[in-house]
């Protein structure tokens, strides 16, 4: 037993992630339960495992933090790997992504989700608890304006989850612990850097927050996520995480710049056997507006409730569209577009680490070849060189 075959089956079992504690046997998600097989992993055994995975110019910034953040492509299959020390020794929690370009088609959304990324300026949330999609709608978002506007795009993520390949627009991603060190110091440098789409994998503090909204009022259309269960939630907890003395300005730049709050939670269908996300729209209408300058948020359920002229969702609608859904999107069973594989993102290979994050190998030999210009802008295409095809591949 290795971590390669743990991974392929749990990759073969449909499961989301994969735990793994010394002295427990190996836990697998399959559609929201938790499942053990085999036998028990021993704790010398994981710390091998840890060692090689996260490297050995990394293994001291690993004992010191007793934690570790990294992305890797193992069996084929895009991982998301938290490394820890617990108190039976080192233990690891493994998210298994999605190897396809997610779009909102192939996400089961709404399409009226597109209307979201036609502004060119402001705040969309996308909320949730841990392990619901957010980060699967983000991408997706990003992915209906790569396929159809001539957009500067930078993407700050820890680590990245989803690879793009830039179509139309022209696309950047950095890792934060490789590429950059910190959220704080990559949205600086992204104000600097002429984008037009910001997307911030998560607002983990009143500082990111506060260049988030920064960011959103300055020209640039910004994408981020929070952990929330309902839009109204999401919104309090934004405001609740400053010091009291300024969350009435917060609120009020909070107002000013939001474009939508997406609110989602995933629920499996027997009859598709897959899971689908159900969701809740928020679009800032001017009562909406006002109650959030007024820190009213309870009162922003009623706006829900009536807001459906203006594009706005409650669960309870939304539940009952899916249901008159019959265009689903069934991995396996549905075609996939040109965009199925991702390509991965690494770092050149000249460049040291900027913290103790693991950094994967690079892939040399890419080409940029650009297209004719088409209406709407350029298109842009990734080449690997013949050389490199098949470790891509891998």
Same mark, same amino acid.
């Given at each position: ?218 020209? *640039? $259309? ?9 839009? +109204?939630?999401?919104? @309090?907890? &934004?405001? %609740? =995480?400053? !010091? ?105 290979? *000249? $460049? ?9 190998? +690079?892939?040399?030999? @890419?080409? &940029?070849? %650009? =297209?004719? !210009? ?21």
């Amino acid at each position: 037993m290795n971590l390669e075959s743990l991974i392929a089956t749990a990759k073969q079992q449909g499961a989301s992630d994969l735990h793994l504690e010394a002295g427990l046997p190996p836990a697998l998600r399959v559609r929201g339960s938790l499942r053990t097989m085999s036998e028990p992993v021993a704790a010398r055994t994981l710390a091998d495992w840890a060692r090689e995975v996260i490297g050995e110019a990394q293994w001291p910034g690993f004992q010191e933090r007793r934690s570790a953040d990294l992305s890797r492509t193992i069996q084929g299959v895009r991982c998301r790997i938290n490394i820890l020390q617990t108190a039976r020794g080192v233990g690891f929690a493994i998210r298994l992504l999605s190897t396809f370009q997610a779009t909102l088609e192939r996400l089961n959304l709404h399409p009226d989700l597109k209307r979201l990324v036609a502004q060119h300026n402001g705040l969309i949330l996308v909320s949730g608890p841990t392990g619901s999609g957010k980060s699967s709608t983000l991408a997706a978002l990003i992915q209906e304006i790569n396929l159809s506007e001539a957009r500067h795009i930078v993407t700050i993520e820890s680590p990245i989850e989803y690879s793009f390949r830039p179509r139309r627009a022209y696309l950047r991603q950095r890792e934060v612990g490789r590429d950059t060190p910190s959220f704080e110091q990559a949205l600086l440098d992204a104000l600097r850097e002429d984008p037009d789409v910001l997307m911030v994998g998560e607002m983990r503090d009143p500082q990111t927050m506060r260049l988030t909204l920064n960011a959103s009022e300055t020209g *640039h $259309l910004v994408m981020t996520t929070v952990h929330s269960s309902t839009c +109204a939630e999401a919104l @309090q907890r &934004v405001v %609740a =995480a400053f !010091p009291s003395e300024i969350q009435n300005s917060v609120a009020a730049q909070l107002a000013d710049c939001l474009v939508a709050v997406i609110a989602q939670r995933l629920r499996f269908r027997p009859d598709l056997n897959i899971r689908v996300p159900e969701c809740e729209v928020l679009i800032p209408t001017n009562p909406v507006k006002v109650h959030i300058r007024n820190r009213d948020f309870f009162k922003i359920i009623s706006a829900l409730e009536t807001g459906g002229e203006h594009g706005m969702w409650t669960f309870p609608r939304y539940c009952a569209w899916l249901e008159k859904r019959t265009n689903w999107y069934i991995p396996g069973q549905s075609p996939d577009g040109p965009d199925s594989e991702a390509d991965e993102v690494q770092a050149p290979a *000249h $460049l040291p680490p900027l913290a103790p994050a693991p950094r994967a190998a +690079a892939v040399s030999g @890419q080409k &940029v070849k %650009a =297209a004719a !210009p088409a209406a709407g802008g350029g298109r842009i295409e990734i080449e690997p060189s013949e050389g490199d095809f098949g470790k891509i591949l891998r």
